[in-house]
């Protein structure tokens, strides 16, 4: 398929050199890119097209972003290769989690320092020997920054699955017994939480020599009972949004004073 851009914009996001910074917010769902976008200094909506929206401001004098990804590492992948092209090199994913371990609760922080390749667009990258891992400086980054916030924080790695519902409703899939016997497996090996982007950040991150890292907000629980009315207000994903904006500002703070590695 011929890709055909106008004024230098990326195919798929719309954005051209000098619309974004250097660092990005990377959200899901395109409702809450301005809800991030307000933590920024002059706040501006740079494109919206397909699932992909983009918001620039800034944050103590650093030009930074927030671009959506949609659902999934297909659409991930492709937000992160075209910031990158426009000319961003550090990207931190802000989203939902599922737990996936008892001590942890609707409301809790994920800080994902790993990612289990439990999909398949990583594969047109790198073997599936390859590791799908956060940047060091960023995960250390949202740690403190979540921790400043007061908020109980988990560093770990998550799941990045392709399909929610074979997740939430395993039982009913042909495959139900092999989901239900990976599932327990990746609880066994302590895994966090069960997202849907993260190892497609890392592993493109890792291609492209660029920095990746991500934050979530955690909620559910493993055995997948209904969360309460109090469960739910935790989890809330406008919770998380103050926890990212501090870790941000921190990574921001170490990149000024050469503290990153």
């Not at 956060?134 to 392709?162: E, N």
């Not at 042909?174 to 609880?187: C, H, I, K, N």
Request: include cysteine.
């Amino acid at each position: 398929m011929a890709m055909h851009k106008d004024d230098n914009r990326e195919y798929h996001i719309q954005v051209a050199p000098g619309e974004v910074g250097r660092y990005v917010f990377l959200p899901g769902d395109p409702g809450r890119c301005e809800p991030i976008a307000r933590f920024f200094d002059e706040p501006k909506l740079v494109a919206q097209n397909r699932e992909y929206e983009t918001w620039t401001g800034y944050l103590d004098g650093e030009m930074v972003s927030v671009t959506s990804t949609g659902i999934g590492c297909p659409s991930a992948a492709i937000a992160m290769e075209e910031l990158v092209k426009v000319g961003s090199d550090t990207f931190v994913r802000v989203g939902t989690s599922g737990s996936m371990q008892a001590r942890i609760k609707p409301g809790d922080v994920g800080v994902i320092h790993g990612a289990i390749r439990d999909e398949g667009t990583t594969s047109h990258y790198l073997p599936i020997e390859f590791p799908a891992v956060a940047d060091i400086d960023i995960t250390r980054a949202l740690a403190t920054g979540a921790r400043a916030q007061g908020k109980t924080v988990h560093v770990g790695i998550s799941q990045s699955k392709d399909s929610f519902y074979g997740q939430h409703e395993p039982g009913r899939m042909p495959v139900a017994s092999r989901l239900e016997d990976r599932w327990t497996a990746w609880m066994a090996g302590g895994a966090i939480c069960s997202e849907m982007e993260a190892a497609a950040l890392f592993i493109v991150a890792s291609t492209l020599g660029v920095r990746a890292g991500g934050i979530m907000m955690i909620l559910g629980h493993p055995d997948q009972s209904p969360m309460t009315a109090d469960e739910l207000a935790a989890g809330s994903v406008e919770n998380l949004l103050p926890a990212a904006i501090a870790g941000m500002r921190e990574l921001i703070r170490q990149d000024r004073e050469g503290l990153s590695a």
